[in-house]
């Protein structure tokens, strides 16, 4: 059988790494595309000496020339985390718009798959919910956080016009909050943010009236979900992440608990456009995709509190 090359952009993030796992274990050849911006080398060190794993630094908002054949082209790179995005506003905007476009432009010369990491923020702060894949979004074009969830809506309609005018074999993932090891200690989305900040005896930053909600995917079932769609033949939009909703303060006191921590829950103001609920619906995964997650969140609470203590240093409490 022929080998199956995958290329992944922004291969040494969270996600990515996860990812680039994941196709070595099914069998692909993998190349791993990433400048590490915000990725790390040390995310895929583990798999350095797999002979089907090729790194390549570079920034994908630049053409993209990759020799030999290429069957699909995931592109997962970008910043993802509020920290980043409105610290890089203008890198953020550039790899949903320019990148897309050269991550789709190799596809197009490769007869290549082309699968794009969207994301929950094109739903905005949603006026419905759950949230179906039919749902339009409620976005501030103009606000903090505009630039991640146009760049994520540019590249959405990038990829649907590269398969309607040039006939692309395309996928479009929308990702739900996900958590897992390999996360970045300064982060600065909730679950790193909390456990760093309990591990270390600090007040652990609740914003808001911690109501607001997130449902939470443990990153294995995630990336077992982002595969499946791969190999799927299904074009629209797909949501990929776990129905479980929990307010934000319930998850500080959840990881306060696992970490038996001494620490504090202390309230800041919500930072501009914090959306007040999110919740897939994930009826098209579950029907099409036989997909639903499987990890339990304090199983996966767990598993990446291990993660955290390793980079950390602190063996602090119990769980």
Not at 262 to 274: A, H, N, Q, T
């Amino acid at each position: 059988m022929a080998e199956i090359v995958t290329v992944v952009t922004g291969g040494a993030g969270f996600l990515g790494s996860h990812l680039c796992e994941k196709l070595l274990a099914v069998g692909h050849h993998v190349i791993c595309i990433d400048n590490l911006i915000t990725g790390d080398k040390a995310n895929i060190d583990h798999l350095s000496g797999n002979p089907r794993l090729r790194f390549v630094d570079h920034d994908v908002t630049n053409f993209i020339e990759i020799d030999g054949p290429v069957n699909n082209v995931l592109h997962f790179a970008s910043p993802a985390s509020p920290i980043d995005y409105l610290k890089l506003p203008i890198q953020t905007l550039k790899v949903g718009s320019l990148g897309t476009h050269k991550a789709l432009g190799l596809a197009k010369a490769k007869a290549a798959r082309f699968l794009i990491a969207s994301t929950s923020e094109v739903y905005g702060d949603p006026l419905i919910h759950p949230q179906k894949e039919s749902y339009w979004g409620n976005v501030n074009p103009i606000g903090s956080r505009g630039v991640y969830d146009e760049a994520k809506r540019f590249s959405e309609a990038m990829t649907m016009a590269y398969h309607r005018y040039h006939g692309l074999d395309t996928r479009i993932v929308r990702i739900f909050n996900t958590y897992g090891p390999r996360m970045r200690v300064n982060d600065g989305r909730a679950i790193p943010a909390f456990m760093s900040q309990a591990l270390r005896g600090e007040d652990m930053t609740v914003f808001g009236d911690g109501k607001q909600t997130r449902s939470v995917c443990y990153v294995d079932d995630l990336i077992d979900g982002i595969y499946r769609l791969l190999i799927s033949d299904i074009i629209e939009p797909t949501n990929i992440g776990n129905p479980d909703e929990i307010p934000i303060l319930q998850l500080a006191k959840e990881i306060q608990e696992l970490t038996g921590t001494s620490s504090k829950i202390v309230f800041r103001p919500l930072p501009e456009d914090d959306p007040k609920i999110r919740q897939p619906d994930i009826s098209k995964a579950k029907n099409l995709l036989s997909w639903e997650p499987k990890v339990e969140r304090i199983e996966g609470l767990k598993k990446t509190l291990e993660y955290f203590r390793s980079k950390i240093g602190v063996h602090a409490g119990r769980g």
